[in-house]
């Protein structure tokens, strides 16, 4: 059943399970859970027996801390005034009145809490690299939002989103399973976290007029309109030419290329962005986010596949 989302301040509230689902932002969940998939994928390639559990642990801790950063992101930029009666974007729970900036903090710091948790469960299985990524990956969760200078306020949000829904999360997964150091990880997770990056330049893009207007500047308000559109097409293409490389990193699993059936829904997103404006580009960060998704999900099909 598709979630309707309601889009103006007043709207009567959802149910309550409904209102924590849509403050969860479920749409983009997929950018924390698709990093692990092919961390684990590719450390199966390379030999190392699945450890299932392990992978679970990581996959809940994963989407818990970006539920946190997403609530947390919810209730500060409540309380900072960033989102208003003309929000482009859908609407916040806490902006709509469903919920109070108070119980929103709450929610993500329960968030982080259990993700905290499972952290202290993966550190003992994966030794002092998974306690640097877990908590570094926490902190960034609540920098994001709350503090003096957030780093959703700065350029350098896609940068955040690149190396934490990219590098860290592809290579610290395969740490998880493998317990060492992956070229092939590290060169998936940067090719990973570029469509991710490339879902923020659309929120940025989208909510450009807004931000500069509040005095944030976002990666998009500093390169501008169409220099930001360009640069999401790069970020959604580039990924498939890391393909080759990492065929030569595992010259024994050629079903890596099945990463390739991605490039149509990577084509078509760009063609999409190439003319969208205003609220059509909601549909569009939720098409990249689909992109993203699925160029993780067959590569770490592939990377299964004994070809």
């Given at each position: 059943?598709?979630?309707?989302?309601?889009?103006?301040?007043?709207?009567?509230?959802?149910?309550r399970?409904?209102?924590?689902?849509?403050?969860?932002?479920?749409?983009?969940?997929?950018?924390?859970?698709?990093?692990v998939?092919?961390?684990?994928?590719?450390?199966?390639?390379?030999?190392?027996s699945?450890?299932?559990?392990?992978?679970?642990?990581?996959?809940?801790?994963?989407?818990?801390?970006?539920?946190?950063?997403?609530?947390?992101?919810?209730?500060?930029?409540?309380?900072?005034?960033?989102?208003r009666?003309?929000?482009?974007?859908?609407?916040?729970?806490?902006?709509?009145?469903?919920?109070?900036?108070?119980?929103?903090?709450?929610?993500?710091?329960?968030?982080?809490?259990?993700?905290?948790?499972?952290?202290?469960?993966?550190?003992?299985?994966?030794?002092?690299?998974?306690?640097?990524?877990?908590?570094s990956?926490?902190?960034?969760?609540?920098?994001?939002?709350?503090?003096?200078?957030?780093?959703?306020?700065?350029?350098?949000?896609?940068?955040?989103?690149?190396?934490?829904?990219g590098?860290?999360?592809?290579?610290?997964?395969?740490?998880?399973?493998?317990?060492?150091?992956?070229?092939?990880?590290?060169?998936?997770?940067?090719?990973?976290?570029?469509?991710?990056?490339?879902?923020?330049?659309?929120?940025?893009?989208?909510?450009?007029?807004?931000?500069?207007?509040?005095?944030?500047?976002?990666?998009?308000?500093?390169?501008?309109?169409?220099?930001?559109?360009?640069?999401?097409?790069?970020?959604?293409?580039?990924?498939?030419?890391?393909?080759?490389?990492l065929?030569?990193?595992?010259?024994?699993?050629?079903?890596?290329?099945?990463?390739?059936?991605?490039?149509?829904?990577?084509?078509?997103?760009?063609?999409?962005m190439?003319?969208?404006?205003?609220v059509?580009?909601?549909?569009?960060?939720?098409?990249?986010?689909?992109?993203?998704?699925?160029?993780?999900?067959?590569?770490?099909?592939?990377?299964?596949?004994?070809?």
């Amino acid at each position: 059943m598709k979630l309707k989302l309601p889009l103006a301040i007043g709207d009567a509230p959802p149910s309550r399970w409904r209102i924590w689902w849509i403050a969860a932002r479920p749409r983009t969940l997929a950018l924390s859970a698709t990093p692990v998939l092919v961390g684990s994928a590719l450390a199966w390639a390379e030999g190392a027996s699945p450890r299932l559990g392990i992978a679970l642990a990581t996959l809940t801790a994963a989407l818990l801390i970006q539920i946190g950063t997403n609530l947390l992101n919810d209730a500060s930029d409540f309380e900072r005034g960033n989102d208003r009666p003309g929000r482009l974007g859908p609407l916040r729970v806490t902006a709509a009145g469903w919920a109070s900036a108070a119980s929103v903090r709450r929610a993500a710091l329960l968030a982080f809490a259990f993700a905290f948790a499972l952290g202290v469960f993966l550190a003992v299985s994966g030794g002092w690299p998974i306690v640097i990524i877990g908590l570094s990956s926490l902190a960034a969760g609540a920098m994001y939002s709350a503090g003096p200078k957030p780093i959703s306020h700065t350029p350098f949000g896609e940068l955040f989103v690149w190396l934490f829904f990219g590098v860290f999360a592809v290579s610290g997964s395969h740490w998880l399973q493998a317990e060492r150091l992956s070229p092939a990880a590290l060169l998936a997770g940067a090719a990973l976290g570029l469509p991710a990056a490339a879902v923020l330049l659309v929120n940025n893009l989208r909510d450009l007029a807004a931000d500069t207007a509040a005095g944030r500047m976002t990666l998009a308000a500093v390169l501008g309109e169409a220099p930001a559109r360009d640069t999401h097409a790069v970020l959604m293409i580039a990924p498939f030419f890391v393909l080759p490389l990492l065929s030569a990193l595992l010259p024994s699993r050629h079903g890596l290329w099945l990463a390739l059936a991605a490039l149509p829904a990577a084509f078509e997103v760009v063609r999409a962005m190439r003319r969208a404006h205003g609220v059509a580009l909601n549909d569009v960060l939720a098409r990249s986010a689909r992109a993203q998704f699925l160029f993780g999900l067959f590569l770490a099909l592939g990377c299964l596949l004994p070809l």
